[in-house]
């Protein structure tokens, strides 16, 4: 077990957990603003990769692909709050995680209509695609490291948007106290339709960008989904900067966990043994740290309600 | 007799009396249908035990479904390749009894339940809701990546377990056997919604600070009712997995939880006889829906969506037009 193996995997936990911060910050957001546990996320995500896919694999543009994901997940998210989510938002968590479950349904079974049951595939381009040496002899894949930069781009676009802009403010605004901005003369629908869709923007970048690593598939979303879930309860619902470290932390662990879990095993048991037993404590070890830190903060890290 | 109580008749005289038309029509897979259906209502009628009475929305109810279902096949499984489970203190082979089964299975999730409960009634509402989600896939990774017990592929157990005087191997005698637990667990949920115990945890759901000013402590309340709902919901599972005759990590996944909790709702959150209504429903739809198409799951989804946002109370209380009666 060399340094450099070492490097590389905690470079894969970050770029892990970044794409898990773009996930989670949608959810966080809608979550904080409008009440709504939204269970339909990783449909969204879902959508995002196969936009990506369809219209790089028409285009041959990896880049129009992003674009399409980006627009595609964006519109199908403002869609969906104009037709379905508007109408939960009065109701309890019960019938909110009950409608967004059809929703996945819908979207699940829609996309497979339209796609077909089997994987489509989004190519890594040209330009990004090798490895690049880093300092200290790690060799590190191009378009892994360019996944790092475009989520801490994105994180840092978030914040700005969120601290410095008009709409952040009303964002915050509207997590304080909604009835309050509405009074002020702040069109209440429109906002929550923004952040929805932006919401939706960021799971389908993120679902556009991971499916060039993996395949593009119906369900693609849902493990994915519950790993963000465990991300907010982690950072605390509705903190952005609370999301982006709880994102980092469960990246580390299931990356980290997945290789030195099998291998500290070792030290007490035979190597058969030792492999399946680290490999059951590796899966199950980012929900041992969610519980832990809920004993410790149940509202989470950096959560200020429950 | 109320307009819920006549349905609720119906309900059951349906359910003696397809299977006993279809048996003397000779289509067993009839009765197997409707067996799936008495399984199925029992795990929902486990959840609604904390989900209606207690208000715990929990999405991790398949961790005690898959648990009953792998206690079976565990248990079963050391008999069929004739290796004893443990040697010490006393040499245990295994069994493959059903009472001996459930007994274990309603023990097992029941504990599993109380440290699952001790850890997420800490929380409430969205965090709760996403804990027990996060607890479920917990289970589900363990039981993928656990080898002894099949890990993905799952565990078949030939032969389908005994019970004293019955033979299980006859679907309808196994339909009787499943029908005659989920009476029983009725009349039993039907008890404790009346009972001191019940009306304090309503209380407890409704108003939680008015409960603690009497002086009990809901926390408490929502506990005991976390580890009823789990025990119920655990023996569902151990029935399931002799009607499969097999288990899988399916059993854990948190689709599976949420179908359990569309039975409730499709039903009516918080009626006795929702999950019923809802499981007879879900798995005709199932049965209809798909042979209609390969798609069914997109009518399913247009179905429960217009019902949570149209119909107030679930099947039930759009029949009845009254709300539960703890409201």
């Known amino acids: ?203 389908g970048l993120a679902g556009a960008l991971v499916g060039a690593i993996q395949s593009v598939q119906v369900g693609m979303g849902e493990p994915v989904l519950i790993l963000a879930f465990v991300v907010i309860v982690i950072g605390g619902i509705g903190s952005i900067k609370g999301t982006l470290i709880g994102a980092l932390l469960v990246g580390l662990t299931q990356t980290l966990g997945g290789i030195f879990l099998p291998e500290l095993m070792k030290i007490f048991m035979a190597p058969s043994a030792a492999t399946s037993v680290g490999a059951s404590l590796a899966s199950m070890a980012i929900y041992v740290l969610m519980a832990a830190v809920l004993i410790v903060r149940p509202t989470g890290l950096f959560g200020a309600r429950a | ?35 799936r259906v008495v399984i199925l209502a029992l795990a929902a009628v486990g959840l609604n035990i904390a989900l209606g009475l207690g208000g715990l929305v929990s999405l991790g109810h398949a961790v005690f479904f898959g648990l009953g279902g792998y206690t079976m096949g565990i248990l079963a499984y050391h008999v069929q390749a004739y290796e004893p489970l443990f040697e010490w203190p006393f040499l245990f082979e295994g069994t493959k009894s059903m009472p001996a089964i459930w007994l274990a299975a309603v023990v097992l999730s029941a504990l599993t339940a109380f440290v699952i409960g001790l850890l997420c009634l800490r929380t409430s509402g969205a965090y709760f809701i996403m804990i027990t989600l996060a607890f479920g896939q917990m289970f589900y990774f363990f039981s993928i990546s656990w080898s002894a017990y099949g890990g993905e592929d799952g565990l078949s157990i030939y032969v389908r377990n005994g019970f004293p005087g019955l033979n299980t191997l006859d ?48 926390f408490h309340l929502r506990l005991t009712a976390f580890v009823i709902s789990g025990a119920v919901t655990g023996l569902a599972g151990a029935l399931f997995a002799d009607l499969n005759r097999f288990v899988s990590p399916a059993m854990f996944s948190w689709q599976m939880s949420g179908e359990i909790m569309i039975l409730v709702i499709l039903g009516g959150v918080g009626r006795l006889y929702g999950p019923v209504v809802g499981a007879i429903v879900f798995v005709a739809l199932e049965h209809v829906l798909g042979d209609l198409s390969d798609y069914w799951h997109i009518y399913l989804g247009l179905l429960l969506l217009t019902v949570v946002l149209f119909v107030r109370g679930g099947l039930i209380g759009a029949v009845t037009g009254r709300r539960a009666a703890h409201d």
């Not at chain 1, 840092?156 to 410095?164: A, Y």
């Open chain 2, 1 to 35: 007799m109320t307009r819920e109580g006549i349905v609720n008749a119906l309900v059951l005289v349906c359910l003696v009396l397809v299977p006993g038309w279809a048996f003397y029509a000779g289509e067993t897979f009839t009765i197997t249908l409707a067996t």
């Open chain 2, 171 to 218: 679907p309808i005698q196994f339909y009787g056997l499943c029908f005659c637990v989920l009476v029983v667990v009725l009349w039993f949920a039907s008890r404790l919604n009346r009972s001191r115990f019940g009306l304090a945890l309503n209380a407890a759901r409704q108003s939680p600070e008015r409960v603690e000013a009497v002086g009990l402590r809901p």
């Open chain 1, 1 to 203: 077990m060399s340094l450099v193996l070492i490097a590389e995997q905690v470079l894969n936990g970050l770029q892990f957990g970044i794409m898990l911060f773009l996930m989670a910050a949608g959810l966080t957001l809608i979550f904080g603003v409008m009440g709504l546990i939204n269970l339909a996320h990783g449909s969204l995500y879902m959508v995002g990769a196969f936009c990506a896919a369809a219209v790089a694999g028409a285009t041959g543009s990896f880049l129009l692909g992003l674009v399409a994901a980006l627009a595609g997940a964006a519109l199908a998210g403002a869609l969906v709050e104009i037709v379905v989510i508007r109408r939960l938002y009065a109701k309890d968590h019960l019938d909110q995680v009950l409608a967004t479950f059809a929703l996945i349904l819908i979207f699940s079974e829609g996309t497979r209509w339209l796609f077909g049951s089997f994987p489509l595939y989004l190519n890594v381009p040209e330009y990004l695609s090798g490895p690049v040496t880093l300092p200290g002899g790690i060799e590190y894949p191009v378009y892994r490291l360019t996944l790092i930069v475009i989520g801490l781009v994105v994180a840092l676009g978030l914040f700005l948007l969120i601290g410095k802009t008009r709409i952040g403010v009303q964002i915050r605004a509207g997590e304080n106290d909604r009835e309050m901005i509405a009074a002020l003369g702040i069109d209440i629908g429109r906002l929550y339709t923004i952040v929805f869709a932006l919401g939706a923007a960021l799971a």
